[in-house]
Structures are given as structure tokens and as C-alpha cells.
């Protein structure tokens, strides 16, 4: 049952719009379809995106209020729960959005991940194309002069980690007087781990993650500004 699930109803439909893609949009490169389908998939968490973002730019000084009841009640484990309770329904902090969007990527990383290790060739398409998609014949997988198949690229999986680090480094700089020595540590090291990680895998993993990072920091910037003028408004 859930091998059928995952089949035909999660990795065909994907490697069929991937076929697709890279036949009529992509000009028959597989670089720019996984670009093509990466905004096309974060178009349609675009909702869930959207709240996501407002949370985080209205409760911008959660996580200190957070540490502060972690630090003021570390002794009664009860009243401090009960404390982050009441901020979170006072935030009203919707953490089901994040996990929703971060939940359907890393789904589709997977899927990904599978259509690279199955293959690509001729007879593997030939089984999975649905009657209405048109077989491409050979596929052309490289990218920028990069093979997306390729293991061990220091460039691309280079760029998303010092991305995830810039990315970072500005969310710190908001909150620059309240730095702690873990937000250091994470700012070093979640990067650094990203960098490993996609450097070990297929570098098509490292296209789909950084075409995600530059889409949602537009989303970002759209969202704050869009938030900084209602609030502009309000107060006028």
C-alpha cells in the first residue's frame, strides 16, 4: 500500500511535471526544470509561506521572551510550561505552517533524490511517463557547466551554505544585544553542516535548496515591507 502510494502518486506526478518542465519550459536542460519546479512548488505553499513570515516579523522577540521564562522558571518545570504557553497563544504562533512547508520540500528532496539514484535514462523514463508527456530521448544534466547527478561539488553546495550563513548573520544583526554564545555556535555550524551534507549528495539537491533560500528571502523583504506599511498606516 504504501509503496503504490509513494509510486503513483508521489513520484510519478513528479517526475512526469519534471518531464514536462525541461520538454517546454527549460529548453530541455534539467537545471533550469528543477529551477522551474522548485518556484512552482513554493507558488503553491505560497499561503502557508505567507503566514509563516507574518509570524516571524510580529514575533520578532519571542525567542528572548522564551529564554527569559526558560531562565526565570528553569527550577519549576510546570510554571514554565504554562508560561510558554501563554506566549505562544499571545503570539499566536501558528508553528504548523513552518512544518507544513519544510515537511512538503523535504518530501520532495527525497523524491529527488530517487529519481538520481534510479536514473534517468531512456528505458527508466519510458516507464514511469504518463501516455501524455513526450519522451525527451537523452537527458541533458548539466548545469552551468556542472553535472547535477555529480557528488562532492564544493560550489554549489558552497553557495547554500554561505547563504544559510548571510541569511543568519542578518537575522542576528536585528537582535545584535541579545546574541548568546548557542546562537554563535548555531551560526557557525548550521551552515557548515548544510555545506557537508549537500556536498555529499547529488548537487541537484543543492540547486533545489538554494532556488528555495532565494525564494523565500524575496518573500521575506515583500512581507516586511508590505507589514512595515499597515503598520504605518495604522499608526497614521
Known sequence: MLEIIWNDFLYK???????????????????WAIVYLTIGLRLFLLPFT???????????????????????YHNDEVLKKEELRKVIKKRKIKPWTTIVTLGV????????????IQGITGERILKVL??????????NTMFFGF??????????????????????YLDY???????SQSDLFYFILFPLASFLV?????????VFILTSLIFSAIVH????????????????
Open 13 to 31: 506526478p513528479l517526475f512526469n511535471a519534471l518531464i514536462w518542465l525541461y520538454n517546454n519550459w527549460a529548453d530541455q536542460n534539467l537545471g
Open 50 to 72: 505567507i503566514i509563516g513570515e507574518k509570524n516571524k516579523i510580529k514575533n520578532i522577540g519571542v525567542i528572548d521572551e522564551m529564554k527569559r521564562i526558560d531562565k526565570e
Open 105 to 116: 520540500q523535504l518530501l520532495v528532496l527525497v523524491l529527488l533524490y530517487q529519481v538520481f
Open 130 to 139: 504518463y501516455d501524455g508527456i513526450n519522451f525527451p530521448g537523452s537527458i
Open 147 to 168: 553535472d547535477l547527478g555529480a557528488t562532492h561539488d564544493i560550489v554549489w553546495s558552497g553557495a547554500v551554505g554561505l547563504f544559510l550563513l548571510l541569511e543568519i
Open 173 to 179: 544583526k536585528d537582535r545584535k544585544p541579545t546574541i
Open 198 to 206: 549537500l556536498w555529499w549528495l547529488p548537487m541537484v539537491k543543492s
Open 221 to 236: 523583504q515583500f512581507i516586511k515591507l508590505l507589514f512595515k506599511s499597515a503598520k504605518a498606516v495604522k499608526k497614521a
